[in-house]
T-cell receptor, first 110, second 112 residues
Framework: NAGVTQTPKFRVLKTGQSMTLLCAQDMNHEYMYWYRQDPGMGLRLIHYSVGEGTTAKGEVPDGYNVSRLKKQNFLLGLESAAPSQTSVYFC?????????FGPGTRLTVT | GEDVEQSLFLSVREGDSSVINCTYTDSSSTYLYWYKQEPGAGLQLLTYIFSNMDMKQDQRLTVLLNKKDKHLSLRIADTQTGDSAIYFCAESANSGNTPLVFGKGTRLSVIA
């Protein structure tokens, strides 16, 4: 079991560029989540999914889109990156309650 | 909305006990969690407690829950330098399938 994996680990973008972050889990979990972590802010929920084909907004969804076409994958998209989106992004999955986290993606937008 | 509060920093000497405190506002919180984050890594689940429990012990870790005061604590006995990390308290309501609400994390520094 690889658990929760995230691709890429690091990325630098210029303002206005787009990119997609991939989260994959091999534990057959129903629930998946995207968070961002900023210094002094803890973890803030961006979007989440309660099953294949479903998505919902979290606390800070603006500027991001998500898709869950397959149960094992949860994609986070930035259509037009802004410096305010410089952050560490964590994906998590859950069967029920306990969430299991990926190692994170460090994104810098210049 | 729900809120989870933690102190930001704690410093202890190696071998002493550490106590990290957390308060939450949601009275319907059903599950309360402690996660550990080491530098450059993701969050690792340490332990969790159901709201119908007062205490849970797991090796060096003791979790105490005061539901009346909405106060959760994590005690680490015989703290080691490897325990230096950020510790996050989190809660979820209802069945536990709702998204977690995290505190901002407590940075524990262990002095040798």
């Amino acid at each position: 079991n690889a658990g929760v994996t995230q691709t890429p680990k690091f990325r630098v973008l210029k303002t206005g560029q787009s990119m997609t972050l991939l989260c994959a889990q091999d534990m057959n979990h129903e629930y998946m989540y995207w968070y961002r972590q900023d210094p002094g802010m803890g973890l803030r929920l961006i979007h989440y999914s309660v099953g294949e084909g479903t998505t919902a907004k979290g606390e800070v969804p603006d500027g991001y889109n998500v898709s869950r076409l397959k149960k094992q994958n949860f994609l986070l998209g930035l259509e037009s990156a802004a410096p305010s989106q410089t952050s560490v992004y964590f994906c998590a999955s859950s069967p029920s309650g306990v969430q299991y986290f990926g190692p994170g993606t460090r994104l810098t937008v210049t | 909305g729900e809120d989870v509060e933690q102190s930001l920093f704690l410093s202890v000497r190696e071998g002493d006990s550490s106590v990290i405190n957390c308060t939450y506002t949601d009275s319907s919180s059903t599950y309360l969690y402690w996660y550990k984050q080491e530098p450059g890594a993701g969050l690792q689940l340490l332990t969790y407690i159901f709201s119908n429990m007062d205490m849970k012990q797991d090796q060096r870790l003791t979790v105490l829950l005061n539901k009346k005061d909405k106060h959760l604590s994590l005690r680490i006995a015989d703290t080691q330098t490897g325990d230096s990390a950020i510790y996050f308290c989190a809660e979820s309501a209802n069945s536990g399938n709702t998204p977690l609400v995290f505190g901002k994390g407590t940075r524990l520094s262990v002095i040798a």
